[in-house]
């Protein structure tokens, strides 16, 4: 079984120190059911993608976390990356997705923490480790941790903030000095491979947070 489209990637200006979703990997279910909440356009090929929309994306079932519409006890994992952030009651879409999920179950589920605004199609919450595991209360933690760090997050915040100064109001100008400003700032996210390795400080700046959690 392949689950390699499930490591993480690097974007332009962010540098992945860990990756987080290799727990969740290994422990899928390949025989069994599983589905893939929010899917965007990551299309997992045996999972079942639902998505809120079609829009720019392949989904399988067109629907609402916060209504799931599937039968108890149905899936074997659930994968919701990046997407509860959107979600309009992120607590209804964990209960519907304790509902749906087999004991014994297995879900990754990642939020943003830090990050410019980017409604997919809202954007209306931010999450800590603990504010996520609050949802979640009647879960085992398999794995927890945090996304990317400090340099790629505040570069990423800076770029933008530069542009818009740049920008004389001009969304023209503003697209053209944020992928200048992105390119400068290229080779500094590598520090986030030092920042990484300080462990005894505390990390507070920080892209995301992520769980592998089991259903009891
Ligand atoms: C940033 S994308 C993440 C896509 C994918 N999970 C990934 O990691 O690449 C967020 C996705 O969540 C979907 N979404 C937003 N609200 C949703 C909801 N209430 N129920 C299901 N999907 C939702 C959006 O349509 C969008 O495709």
Same mark, same amino acid.
């Given at each position: 079984?392949?689950?390699?489209?499930?490591?993480?990637?690097?974007?332009?200006?962010?540098?992945?120190?860990?990756?987080?979703?290799?727990?969740? $990997?290994?422990? !899928?279910?390949?025989?069994?059911?599983?589905?893939?909440?929010?899917?965007?356009?990551?299309?997992?090929?045996?999972?079942?993608?639902?998505?809120?929309?079609?829009?720019?994306?392949?989904?399988?079932?067109?629907? =609402?976390?916060?209504?799931?519409?599937?039968?108890?006890?149905?899936?074997?994992?659930?994968?919701?990356?990046? !997407?509860?952030?959107?979600?309009?009651?992120?607590?209804?879409?964990?209960?519907?997705?304790?509902?749906?999920?087999?004991?014994?179950?297995?879900?990754?589920?990642? $939020? $943003?923490?830090?990050?410019?605004?980017?409604?997919?199609?809202?954007?209306?919450?931010?999450?800590?480790?603990?504010?996520?595991?609050?949802?979640?209360?009647?879960?085992?933690? !398999?794995?927890?941790?945090?996304?990317?760090?400090?340099?790629?997050?505040?570069?990423?915040?800076?770029?933008?903030?530069? $542009?818009?100064?740049?920008?004389?109001?001009?969304?023209?100008?503003?697209?053209?000095?944020?992928?200048?400003? =992105?390119?400068?700032?290229?080779?500094?996210?590598?520090?986030?491979?030092?920042?990484?390795?300080?462990?005894?400080?505390?990390?507070?700046?920080?892209?995301?947070?992520?769980?592998?959690?089991?259903?009891?």
């Amino acid at each position: 079984m392949k689950l390699g489209f499930l490591k993480s990637s690097d974007t332009f200006l962010d540098y992945n120190v860990v990756d987080k979703k290799n727990k969740f $990997a290994c422990l !899928v279910d390949a025989k069994g059911k599983n589905l893939n909440l929010g899917c965007g356009s990551k299309y997992i090929k045996w999972f079942v993608n639902l998505d809120i929309n079609t829009q720019n994306k392949k989904v399988d079932i067109v629907g =609402k976390g916060e209504f799931l519409p599937f039968k108890d006890g149905v899936f074997s994992s659930v994968y919701i990356d990046h !997407v509860l952030e959107y979600t309009s009651r992120p607590w209804q879409v964990a209960a519907e997705v304790k509902r749906v999920l087999k004991s014994g179950g297995i879900v990754y589920v990642s $939020a $943003a923490f830090i990050y410019a605004y980017h409604p997919h199609p809202q954007d209306n919450f931010r999450f800590t480790l603990s504010g996520l595991k609050n949802l979640f209360p009647e879960f085992e933690v !398999v794995e927890e941790g945090i996304g990317k760090m400090g340099f790629s997050v505040s570069l990423n915040l800076l770029a933008y903030s530069l $542009a818009g100064i740049c920008s004389f109001n001009s969304q023209v100008l503003f697209n053209i000095f944020s992928i200048l400003f =992105k390119i400068v700032f290229f080779p500094f996210k590598y520090l986030d491979i030092i920042l990484f390795r300080f462990k005894n400080i505390p990390m507070d700046v920080f892209s995301n947070v992520f769980l592998v959690l089991k259903k009891q």
